[in-house]
């Protein structure tokens, strides 16, 4: 039973389809790397999902709701949560205030007094502890990059949509984000990892989803799905799609 | 002191200054401008507060002041000075009715995701107009003669005029300062604090934004509206010109934003500064260049102190107390001035120079609630599975 199935998304940008009529599932448990060329469609579909952008048509069934009939809010209740390409941190708080709302917040409703203290397990899990108290503006990206894995873990998401934590982080960095999302798969939480490094999302993911052009044009086990003619004709061109 | 404590204690106060002050006052014969000086403090406390609830909790710029105080003075000023209804009935309803026309206009503007910014802050503007014109237009309201609210009967129990301004508008501002307070320390405040830091992430990350800035406005309409009720008396004479116009909203936002957004207390703060300098300005007959030299003050305070005068005073507790109490004891006691309400803006403005001494505390400290955090290592258990 899929966690999450996608049938016939449509979203226009005025004359621009950039959905035009996805259709993607994910199996609960997985790691499912959302692929594509640029302006392919991958941040529309996160944002679609997660109820930023409204949907002009399609279905979006999360274990038997529709996605797509509800606000942000509702769609965090349900147990969906997304992080941000650019960290967008809630700049009058402290790191922990900002992972201590989420929890009050997300999923289910939790007292303040709770929320401190599983804030502080929270940032402990992706290793910002000892920021805890310091306002957001003494962070480094690397660190809000995990504010937001922390903010939307504390939610207590089932699924999480990964909008590009690597972009940005030098190759320590990049490592040390891996292994965290290795760890976060491994408490449970079905993950959508929408990456540019190919390479990485391969090595990662359990299923690979490419779109190009609002669609969806190949989905299955990476290394299978890399080689598809479709695929590198999105990405390369035709020339070497038959190469 | 735990929630409950704290909110008896508060108004066991609360009693005891409306009844003591008012007493006393009569007891050591003092002035009457006493009285009205606090309880036009008062006046500004709970509608600088007020304001704050919606603009600084949410963010949500809101030029609308003028338009829920204008309620209130209005529905106070038809039902018990026109329709002949007791007062004190006429007074809730002040409230209710600023808080439904301030929840009508969020349920027009809060759906809209187009009105927010510089949009909704206009819209705010034109209700104020609008709500002016009717009221000019139906002279079941005011037709553009003015309601005399003086001779309205009050209850006997609040005392003369004077004290029974005093002790409504002590617990209007009382109410309005508790409702600020409670609302911060809330789930709902947090949840407004984070729309205002950023709407969309707030929302994504679960917080019910439109009903939380329903309840934001509302709670600011309320309480505007239920002090408008009650100022319409010291008005006096009611007039669509004096109501509606861009002094309330004006005021308010200066007040706020001199004391400080972030934070519950900063209005009061603000608003007593603001109201004690002009109000002394005025007394010592410099009306004409009053609002000069506050102008001037306020630029020059909003620059130094960004964060407002309150978390600087929090930031800087001890010298805080320690000026302005060795500033009002030399006033008082030398006789340095020719009355009280004199040594308190001399201290005040004293403070207000101490407090610009820079200090390398940062905001966030000072706005962290509910205590100090302890950070947390990562469990045993989560340790092990890495």
Sequence with gaps: ?243 | MTRRTKALAGFAVAAIVINLVPALAEALDTPGFYITFMFTAFFWISQAVSWNILTGYSGYFSFGQGAWFGVGVYTTGVLAAKEGWPFLVALPIAGALAAAFGLGLGLVVFRLRKLSGEIFALTTLAVAFVLASVARLYSFIDGGRGIFMTGTPLPEFLGDFRTAMFRMTFVVAFLTVLAAYLLYESRVGWGLFAIRDDEQVAHGLGVPTFRYKMVALGTNAFFSGLMGGVWALQIGFVTVDDVFNIRVPLFVILMSVLGGMKHWMGPVVGAVIIYTLTDRLNSAGLEDVNQIIIGGLLIFLVLAVREGIYLRMRMRWILTLTVFGTAMAVWTFADLATSLIWDFAYASLITLLAVLLPTRQSVARVLRRGGPATPVEASAAERAST
């Design chain 1, 1 to 243: 039973m899929s966690l999450l199935a996608g049938t016939a998304i449509v979203k226009h940008f005025g004359g621009i389809k950039a959905l035009d009529g996805v259709e993607i599932t994910i199996e609960e448990g997985a790691i499912v790397g959302l692929v594509g060329p640029n302006g392919s469609g991958k941040s529309t579909l996160i944002n679609v999902l997660s109820g930023f952008y409204p949907a002009d048509a399609g279905q979006a069934a999360f274990d038997g709701v529709d996605l797509l009939e509800l606000g942000p809010h509702q769609i965090a209740a349900e147990g969906l949560a997304r992080t941000f390409q650019i960290p967008r941190p809630f700049g009058t708080m402290t790191v922990l205030e900002n992972v201590a709302l989420s929890y009050m917040f997300g999923q289910r409703r939790h007292s303040l007094a709770d929320a401190r203290s599983a804030a502080g397990e929270w940032l402990g899990f992706t290793g910002l502890g000892e920021v805890a108290d310091s306002p957001i503006d003494q962070l480094t990206l690397h660190q809000l990059k995990f504010l937001e894995l922390a903010r939307a873990l504390a939610t207590e998401p089932r699924l999480l949509l990964l909008d590009e934590v690597l972009a940005g982080l030098n190759p320590t960095e990049v490592d040390e984000s891996i292994q965290m999302i290795k760890r976060i798969h491994a408490r449970g939480v079905t993950l959508v990892i929408v990456e540019h490094l190919v390479r990485v999302v391969t090595a990662l993911s359990t299923t690979l989803t490419v779109l190009d052009q609002g669609l969806v044009i190949a989905e299955g086990e990476p290394d299978a799905v890399i080689r598809q003619p479709e695929v590198v004709r999105a990405y390369l061109g035709s020339k070497w799609a038959n190469a």
